[in-house]
């Protein structure tokens, strides 16, 4: 089955750096990839998403890159705040599946 | 704008006992998803409903039951309780089935004593 593969577990990083989250999948049929962004105690909350059709996605200060024939993809949060403290998840959905396959998750700290 | 509803959000529960968890979707979806999260874990796929009928189905015990109402709002049953069923259950809801985009409710923390 699929599997969604999600570095680093945690990040720290100074207020205005920037913070990339890497995922890896196995279903080189999955053709979604959303990320979600949980703060404690909350409901995931969808962030960007992506389709395999598209190499790249922006908006705003938080891109995504999509590589098919690694059959990876990345988030990019560029001048970070201390708000965007939390949990992020990246999940891919296979072709055909309405689920939704979560990575592991990557705790952000964004220090002052 | 409006959200994914859960009722209710906390749940205390002996060991064999039932609990009924409720999910009110995003007016104008008709799908309605299922996930359980365990402490410090990623979301588990539990179950799916498009127009009322079971669409996809993931790692859900035989203990557990889901519909989706007429009125697209769903029930997730869950009998028999473990205390390995302590979690938070998640719904989330997408205005069409299949890789569109789902949002998900607050959640219910389910406590099992």
């Known amino acids: 089955g699929e599997n969604v593969e999600q570095h680093p577990s945690t990040l720290s990083v100074q207020e205005g750096d920037s913070a990339v989250i890497k995922c890896t999948y196995s279903d080189s049929a999955s053709n979604y990839f959303p990320w979600y962004k949980q703060e404690l105690g909350k409901g995931p909350q969808l962030i960007i998403d992506i389709r395999s059709n598209v190499g790249e996605k922006k908006d705003q200060r938080i891109a995504v890159t999509l590589n098919k024939t690694a059959k990876h993809f990345s988030l990019h949060i560029t001048e970070t705040q201390p708000e965007d403290s939390a949990v992020y998840f990246c999940?891919?959905?296979?072709?055909?599946?309405?689920?939704?396959?979560f990575g592991t998750g990557t705790r952000l700290q964004v220090f002052p | 704008a409006a959200g994914v509803i859960q009722s209710p959000r906390h749940l205390i529960k002996e060991k064999r006992e039932t609990a009924t968890l409720k999910c009110y979707p995003i007016?104008?979806?008709?799908?309605v998803y299922w996930y359980q999260q365990g402490p410090g874990q990623d979301p588990q796929f539990l179950i799916s409903?498009?127009?009322?009928?079971?669409?996809d189905k993931g790692s859900i015990p035989d203990r557990f039951s889901a519909q989706q109402f007429s009125d697209y709002h769903s029930e997730l049953n869950m009998s028999s309780l473990e205390l390995g069923d302590s979690a938070l259950y998640f719904c989330a809801s997408s205005l069409v089935v299949s890789q569109e985009t789902q949002y998900f409710g607050p959640g219910t923390r389910l406590l099992v004593l």
């Open positions: 999940a891919a959905s296979p072709i055909g599946t309405d689920k939704l396959i």
């Open positions: 007016p104008r979806h008709d799908t």
């Open positions: 409903f498009y127009e009322k009928m079971q669409s």
